[in-house]
């Protein structure tokens, strides 16, 4: 059974930095993408950032330039690391492995940027 475990939020002021991680356990083969999501609280959940296996990532345009997805397959670990962190990046933050035979969700890690 596939689980993932989000760790790495927190609260941060305007401008900080975090770094997200995603570890990933359990049988996992013929993946399709790996990629973040966001839920900002009373709205809906988002994309954030996407990885295929190729390595094409694709970003949502409010974070491009901030924000950069990275995996690590060895320690089969899912990064987000975030930069130049706005108070509209508050959010729960979700890591996401869609797999051939299903997708996967961990259970959130919840960032909040406030002064």
């Known amino acids: 059974q596939v689980r993932l475990v989000e760790s790495g939020g927190g609260e941060v002021r305007p401008g900080g930095s975090l770094r997200l991680s995603c570890a990933a356990t359990g049988i996992i083969f013929r993946v399709n993408t790996l990629a973040w999501y966001r839920q900002p609280p009373g709205k809906e959940r988002d994309l954030v950032a996407l990885?295929?296996?190729?390595?094409?990532?694709n970003y949502a345009d409010s974070v491009k330039g901030r924000f950069t997805i990275s995996k690590d397959s060895i320690k089969n670990t899912l990064y987000l690391q975030m930069a130049s962190l706005k108070p509209e990046d508050t959010a729960v933050y979700f890591c996401n492995l869609n797999l051939v035979s299903g997708t996967h969700w961990g259970q959130g890690t919840q960032v909040t940027v406030s002064s």
């Open positions: 990885m295929t296996m190729s390595g094409t990532t």
